[in-house]
């Protein structure tokens, strides 16, 4: 019985470290650079006051501001609404650059 039951405990032990090791590695989901637009909707602004910005393909993001990486920043949390322009449509083959920031 005493084989088996630190056989159990080794295996239990096991799991949980690997479970662990897998678990730290989704943490770095968000550690991507910054959106300049989504920081810059929140300047001048504290910790969950209301905000929202036009994204590059003239998406309305609502949100609040919220820490990320120790800058604040408009974080989503509504759906995104689309904003009707009469912008000219870039012609084929045009590129855009999407600006960020790096920490």
């Known amino acids: 019985m005493t084989f088996k039951y630190s056989?159990?405990?080794s295996i239990i032990l096991l799991l949980s470290i690997l479970a662990s090791f897998i678990t730290a590695n989704f943490s770095y989901a968000h550690a991507g650079p910054l959106n300049k637009l989504a920081v810059s909707a929140?300047?001048?602004?504290?910790k969950s006051n209301?905000?929202?910005y036009e994204g590059a393909h003239n998406d309305l993001y609502i949100g609040t501001c919220q820490y990320m990486a120790n800058d604040l920043m408009?974080?989503?949390?509504?759906p995104i609404q689309k904003i009707q322009t009469k912008k000219a449509?870039?012609?084929a083959g045009q590129n855009h650059v999407h600006e960020v920031i790096n920490n």
């Not at 929140?42 to 504290?46: A, I, Y």
């Not at 408009?74 to 509504?78: A, K």
């Open 7 to 9: 056989l159990i405990k």
């Open 42 to 46: 929140c300047e001048n602004k504290n």
């Open 50 to 52: 209301a905000c929202s």
């Open 74 to 78: 408009c974080v989503r949390n509504q």
């Open 89 to 91: 449509k870039p012609e």
